[in-house]
């Protein structure tokens, strides 16, 4: 009776709608050939999502790719040979963690050499400003007859200073 | 109401912005006060037209007024009430409108409240915020008008996005816009002290609370977009480095350095130059938030607008805004006093270190973001800046911030002593050590990044408890006066504990769900189970039902824990029947902080259905860490000093008690 219910909602188009993203029938046999793929997964981008792993997407795109992704593994591919392969397929807009070759070198050093020209400039900033306050010259021979005068007149009381 | 009422009120809301802008100014500029003094009243003006008209557009949502185009684009009148008045921020002109009513809002407030500002300041600061006004109602008047009609009227709106009806949408962009806009505020007191060309500790005493206020709104508005997310897209993530996330949290960060700047500037008259490009920072990263939300320049799972004309013309705001301080900044600055000599190992020091820090990972997530543009527009190549990206680096340079959180509160001002600090920590650090090892423990082998971030998140709670202890002097005095002490401790010194506490309670919730979370995907018939983190689930049912504006097809499990039931949990797909679109209604039910979180799929080719489970433990801990917090702010903006602008009277003389060993262990009283 449930079934022929699911089934009618499925007739209604209750159920219809984009796919769930990693589907039970999609899943390798092979645990940890399961968790490789769903590993990899997780740093490929669906092309036709907003900012979704395919791990994460419902559209029939990142499907095909999870499905290509676990192909590739039972094939015997490695990690990094199934990375290769939907790169050269799909360019790097595919790879969530962007490589560390040409112009990228930039963007993955940006945010430390932020931290190292930040801390270097303070670091000067500081040594500038230790120095500024210039060292007080010594009481002349006037200043320090003048201090013995006041000193003794007051004979300690230093509240009246 | 009539809606030309609402867009008639815009066009003199601007008029009154640009004479708020003009007017003031000028008045501090040639000193007259007569000419300054008008600057509240326009100010308040400002906020009873920007207001009127927001009230406009709401009654239109309300009626269903589908002669309004944007209502008839967003609402539909089988739509709940609560959902009919969220929709009007639920939209592009309609978000814009409550940007502008909590920008016209703050400065009513400063208008109102400002009265033992100075003069020449509190013009500026009115003008400042004026032309803010200015640049967002021409926006809206010139690209976004929310009053638009259309003819002949429709005899039903197109509804509202469905993952927007939702109770979130009524909490997550009103508190998120507070935080946003909450740092133009600061701004305009940084431009006007930069036109002024003075500043001073007064100054900060000042901003401080308005910086306050605006980080806890965000904090918590961040949280609560997080658990929105969380709970609607059904994927059981709850942060995706999404680039509106980002947008976000790069006011965040520059904001969190922004308070703990102005901390020094108060109290040590320090960091003036710093705190004032900090300020500047906080609100031009809530504009370029503003700007890649809304010009839809990067599109993303909230990106609800795509119209290049409106980027440009945010764009330009942009430029005018940050170029224009930044401008001001470099030609002003340098005229600035510095004042307050520091060691590099004091209080100053350590809230200098967070602040680069801070700035840095801001850094991180504007380069991150923005990276993928910038290298499209210089050679076309498109390459994605995902999570991997953001976590490597972010994480990279937060974990210094985070291990040096307990200590900075325990040096001293001035010249701190960090091995004195690190000894009063002992017992945090054995408490975190202990942790860490129960957590391994626990979880037999693996990677030790979760012990260990457990074991610093402990660090950090018990740390900011021997804060507080420390200041009170427990252990090392009477009880009794101890117990005095810590009576007489200002709220700023229990809120910024409680806040760092909190941020422990976060890391504690992110390391513990990220590394221990359990899921399950599995194809399920009536009758059947399975398990996920020690928890039996057994389909008990699917039964369709119907909403008001919905058919919902829900999927009733029930769980067991050592074979006995402990309750149900409902999960849902949900279809919109105006735009037939489908959203999953996540079942969740949460055992003390852990959470048991189910999303429904489809049905299978070979029967049954298929379901998405997850245990989370100690989920619940990142937003309850956020709430914490911003707590946390908001105890310390109870503070007198910070209400009334001065310390509390001291009743009695501060009790004596060997001041010379630990001239930092009880600054509180004399503060």
């Given amino acids: 009776m449930h079934r022929a219910l699911l089934l009618a909602l499925l007739a209604l188009g209750l159920l219809a709608g984009p796919l769930h993203a990693v589907q039970p029938d999609e899943m390798l046999p092979d645990a940890a050939q399961e968790a490789r793929a769903r590993q990899l997964s997780k740093e490929l981008r669906c092309m036709v999502c907003q900012n979704q792993s395919i791990d994460d997407s419902d559209a029939p795109l990142a499907k095909d790719l999870r499905l290509l992704v676990r192909e590739r593994i039972k094939a015997g591919d490695s990690d990094g040979q199934v990375m290769d392969f939907l790169v050269s397929r799909y360019g790097e807009f595919v790879l969530l963690r962007p490589t560390l070759h040409g112009a990228n070198i930039v963007l993955w050093l940006a945010p430390f050499l932020v931290l190292v020209v930040g801390g270097a400039g303070l670091w000067l900033a500081y040594r500038r400003r230790g120095s500024r306050p210039a060292p007080t010259a010594p009481l002349s021979n006037e200043e320090e007859e003048k201090l013995r005068r006041v000193l003794s007149e007051n004979s300690g009381d230093v509240t009246k200073l | 109401m009539n809606p030309e009422i609402g ?303 409106r980027g440009v013309f945010i764009l330009g705001i942009l430029v005018f805004f940050i170029g224009g301080s930044l401008a001001l900044y470099a030609l002003r600055a340098p005229m600035l006093r510095q004042g307050g000599i520091f060691a590099p190992i004091s209080r100053e020091g350590a809230l200098v270190l967070n602040n680069l820090l801070l700035t840095a990972a801001a850094a991180a997530v504007l380069i991150g973001t923005l990276y993928p543009l910038a290298l499209e527009s210089w050679n076309g190549a498109k390459i994605t800046v995902g999570p991997p990206y953001f976590n490597l680096t972010v994480g990279a340079l937060m974990l210094p911030v985070l291990f040096a959180m307990p200590f900075g509160p325990l040096l001293a001002w001035k010249r701190g002593d960090l091995a004195g600090a690190a000894q009063r920590l002992m017992s945090a650090l054995a408490v975190g050590i202990l942790i860490a090892l129960a957590a391994a423990y626990m979880q037999g082998g693996g990677p030790l990044l979760a012990p260990l971030g457990m074991g610093l998140a402990a660090f950090i709670v018990i740390g900011a408890v021997v804060d507080i202890a420390e200041r009170g002097g427990i252990g090392r005095v009477p009880a009794a006066t101890a117990f005095a002490r810590l009576r007489g401790l200002p709220r700023a010194s229990y809120g910024a504990a409680l806040a760092h506490a909190g941020v422990g309670v976060c890391l504690f919730g992110i390391i513990a769900e990220t590394s221990w979370n359990a899921e399950r995907i599995t194809g399920l018939k009536i009758g059947e189970s399975f398990e996920v983190g020690g928890y039996e689930l057994t389909l008990a049912r699917v039964e369709p039902r119907n909403g008001p504006n919905y058919r919902d097809l829900a999927g009733v499990f029930t769980i067991r824990r050592g074979g006995t039931e402990i309750g149900t949990i409902e999960s849902s797909k949900r279809l919109f029947t105006a735009r037939n679109m489908p959203t999953t209604e996540a079942g969740i039910r949460t055992f003390g902080f852990s959470q048991l979180y189910v999303s429904l799929g489809d049905e299978l080719p070979g029967g049954g259905i298929g379901v998405r489970a997850y245990w989370k433990p100690f989920v619940t801990l990142i937003w309850l860490g956020a709430v914490i917090m911003a707590l946390g702010g908001a105890l310390s903006l109870s503070d007198r000093r910070l209400r009334i602008g001065a310390p509390k009277p001291a009743k009695t003389k501060p009790i004596k008690d060997k001041p010379a060993s630990k001239p930092d262990a009880a600054p509180a009283p004399a503060e």
């Fill in chain 2, 7 to 309: 867009h008639y009120a815009l066009v003199l809301a601007l008029a009154v912005a640009i004479l708020q802008t003009v007017i003031p100014i000028w008045g501090a500029r040639v000193g007259d006060a007569a000419l300054m003094r008008v600057g509240p009243a326009l100010a308040v003006a400002f906020f009873g037209f920007v207001s009127l008209a927001f009230a406009v557009l709401t009654v239109a949502y309300v009626q269903s007024d589908f002669s309004v185009l944007n209502v008839v684009e967003n609402s539909h009148s089988l739509k709940p009430m609560l959902f009919k008045i969220t929709g009007v921020w639920g939209n592009h002109e309609g978000s814009m409108l409550l940007w502008v009513l909590v920008l016209a809002l703050f400065g009513a407030m400063v208008a109102l409240f400002g009265s033992n500002l100075p003069a020449t300041l509190k013009a500026n600061v009115l003008g400042v915020q004026g032309s803010v006004g200015v640049a967002f109602l021409l926006f809206i008047l010139l690209t976004s008008n929310p009053f638009i009609r259309v003819m002949p009227a429709p005899a039903e709106g197109q509804d509202l996005n469905p993952v927007l009806q939702d109770i979130g949408l009524a909490i997550h962009p009103p508190l998120l816009y507070l935080g946003y806009v909450g740092f133009s505020i600061t701004f305009a007191f940084a431009v006007a002290a930069l036109i002024d060309g003075r500043i001073d500790a007064a100054w900060a005493r000042w901003v401080r609370p308005w910086a306050l206020a605006a980080w806890a709104f965000l904090t918590v508005g961040i949280a609560m977009g997080s658990y929105w997310a969380y709970y609607e897209l059904g994927w059981g993530g709850w942060w995706f480095w999404d680039p509106v996330e980002n947008a976000s949290l790069m006011p965040w960060f520059a904001g969190t350095a922004l308070i703990h700047s102005a901390v020094v500037m108060e109290k040590r008259d320090a960091l003036k130059v710093w705190t004032l490009l900090l300020a500047i920072l906080a609100f031009s990263l809530s504009l370029l938030g503003t700007f890649l939300v809304r010009s839809g320049v990067l599109t993303s799972v909230h990106a609800f607008a795509t119209d290049p004309t």
